[in-house]
């Protein structure tokens, strides 16, 4: 029944079902659950005679008179009917609509509700919504639902509709009954039917408690049931290595805290029977590379395979750089793998070549981009994936990695998720957060610099410059025909080398050849460029210790996440680092954006502060998780935290749910993408 399609309802017909669609109403339980977006208060009654000019009234009243005819002027019809209540009287009129006078007959009593206006003189109620006394009010009389419409559709007859439909079905339960005991919830019928119809505000917000209830925790079960399912694989046997301390002691750097805590506790996942599924969560520079480094040193060190995914080639060529160099002494092989390069240490081999080594298990350390998740990459024994930026891969991407082995998972952000959010949408994530940065780390002097000022700063540059730094510049996609930033970018290269004519100056975007952006990068590195123009394609993950200010062109342009990953380029080394944000935009020095970037060095409080900013939006993937909260908001902790209790002590007792077949339904009907 709950699934007939409306087409079917006979109140519908192919029609309306049309402008149903619309509104995403394509079956019976959808109407049922398009919930009103607020309420209108006629609740009270006025009397007519303390009526006044230009307010919403309701009034009982008993038809004395009614007539329709024709106006002269512009002849249309109107129907006028006078009415009293006892107090005194008033005119109705209405425009064309003169089957009126068949519905509104003298001496029956009716509800009018409308706005009360002055013509001639005299108060009148103009087109007032009508209902008679005699039978049950639902667009007057009450507290009055207000539904999201789409045009040729009224309030009043898709009210009515979904008041016959609410009449006659009775929704079934599926909650367990000692939840609801213990909640105090509302039965799902009563829920359903109290938020369209509600006695009163106290029974609306019961009503809108349990429908919220439901939806979070649904949530919760899905996330729990995929996180429990996923602990019933089996993963790989893992020694800890004796000489892991050793390799340790030979970093040319002390672990942070933070980072040997990090790595402790995915050591303790290797010890487990099932894969893990961590999120190691830390700031821009605070040194995740290591730690993952590390743990794939460990498993490699097993005879097992590895995989470090990167969102890009500039970041992926990076990586290989830095783990070559780790595991070169110990005679470990890394690869690398993208859609334009093949490579076994240092040597290019064809792609043919590295797939079928991967396959038969002889290297394992592989390193790429999404080119890794094509179906002929297979692998002998994976047993890790690392995803480093993971926000940065679509929803596909990661499932065909959740779905390729039983490998564990380790994804890394520097992209802080609210408490609430983890213990939902990402519930079936466990968390490693690296609080501190490496030690001798400069804050990083970060300043909106005028367009009057632009001289000092590039004799600031070229201070640093002399002094042996080096110098990112960034800049912005301004027109829409130039995705790649590459005009821009192009441009400004020009434009600096004409004043800079000492230094060398590389130019990176997305339209050079891979080769030719990794010897850009390179020679960054080797300071062989003392100044980098860049589009963003240098976002996220690029490590150059040398390099000591980041400017960033049309900074108005960018997100503060992204200004964020900007500037975390810099500031990696022992040397102070400045961030310089320029803007065409004379509103520049007040954009609460720019501001919060200059004002803030830390990036969970930028988080916050970019919530505030541009409201809860879409900050954190939500709507790419494919699921979206109707009722419920993810600001309430108490209750995420009580439905994750319950959905885990269901789930321990019954992980198929085949106690609760109505529960399962609703839990498979509407899956979690970003669990797939
Ligand atoms: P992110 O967390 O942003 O990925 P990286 O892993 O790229 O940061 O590390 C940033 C820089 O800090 C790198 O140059 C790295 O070698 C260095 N680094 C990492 N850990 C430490 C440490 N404990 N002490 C000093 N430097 C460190
Ligand atoms: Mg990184």
Known sequence: ??????????????????????????????????????????????????????????????????????????????????????????????????????????????????KTVVAKNKLQLQNPVYEPVKTEQIHTSRLVPLYSLTSSLTQKQLRSIIKTYLDKVVLPDYLPSDIMRKEKLF???????????????????????????????????????????????????????????????????????????????????????????????????????????????????NNLQCVLLSPTEVLATQHYQTLLKFFEEDGINVALLTSTQSRINNNPVTKATLISQIKSGTIPIIIGTHALLEKQVKFKKLAMIVIDEQHRFGVEQRSILKSMSNAHLLTMSATPIPRTLALTLYGDLDLSILKELPAGRLKIVTKIVAEENRAKAYKFISDQIESGRQVFVICPLIEESDKLGVKSATSEHKKLS????????????????????????????????????????????????????????????????????FRGRVGRGEHKSYCFLFSDDPQALSNPRLKAIEENSNGFELAEK????????????????????KIATLNNLDLVERTRGYAEELLYQDLNLNHYPLLKQKIEAKPLVHLE
Not at 610 to 629: H, N, P, V
């Open 498 to 565: 004409d004043l800079f004519p000492q230094f060398q100056i590389g130019l990176l975007h997305g339209k050079l050849k891979p080769a030719q952006k990794e010897s850009a990068m390179q020679d960054f590195k080797d300071n062989k460029l003392q100044i980098l123009v860049a589009t963003s394609v240098i976002e996220v993950g690029v490590d150059v210790p040398n390099a000591s200010v980041m400017m960033i062109e049309g900074a108005e342009r960018f997100g503060l996440a992204q200004l964020h990953q």
């Open 1 to 114: 029944m709950l699934k007939t399609p409306v087409e079917q309802l006979y109140l519908v017909g192919p029609a309306r079902a049309k402008l149903f669609k619309k509104l995403g109403i394509l079956t019976l339980e959808d109407l049922l659950f398009y919930f009103p977006r607020a309420h209108h208060d006629l609740s009270k009654f006025s009397e007519i005679k303390d009526l006044k000019m230009g307010e919403m009234v309701n009034i009982k009243a008993k038809i004395l008179e009614v007539k329709t005819f024709r106006t002269k002027v512009r002849r249309f019809t109107l129907t006028q009917a006078l009415v009293e209540d006892g107090t005194d009287s008033i005119v109705c009129i209405w425009f064309n609509q003169p089957f009126l006078t068949k519905i509104l007959k003298p001496h029956e009593e009716f509800v009018f509700s409308g």
């Open 187 to 301: 039965s799902e019928d009563r829920a359903v039917k109290t938020f369209h119809f509600p006695d009163d505000y106290a029974s609306l917000k019961m009503a809108q408690n349990r429908l919220a209830f439901d939806e979070i925790f649904q949530t919760q079960l899905r996330v729990l049931k995929y996180k429990f399912q996923r602990q019933q694989k089996n993963s790989f046997q893992v020694k800890i290595p004796d000489n892991l301390n050793e390799k340790i002691a030979s970093l040319p750097f002390q672990l942070t805290a933070g980072q040997t805590q990090a790595l402790t506790v995915i050591l303790e996942d290797f010890d487990k029977s099932f894969p893990a599924n961590r999120l190691l969560e830390g700031d821009v520079g605070s040194g995740k590379t290591i730690v993952a480094a590390l743990a794939l040193w460990v498993l490699a060190r």
């Open 610 to 629: 970019d919530l505030q900013i541009r409201g809860s939006g879409d900050l954190y993937g939500t709507k790419q998780s494919g699921y979206d909260f």
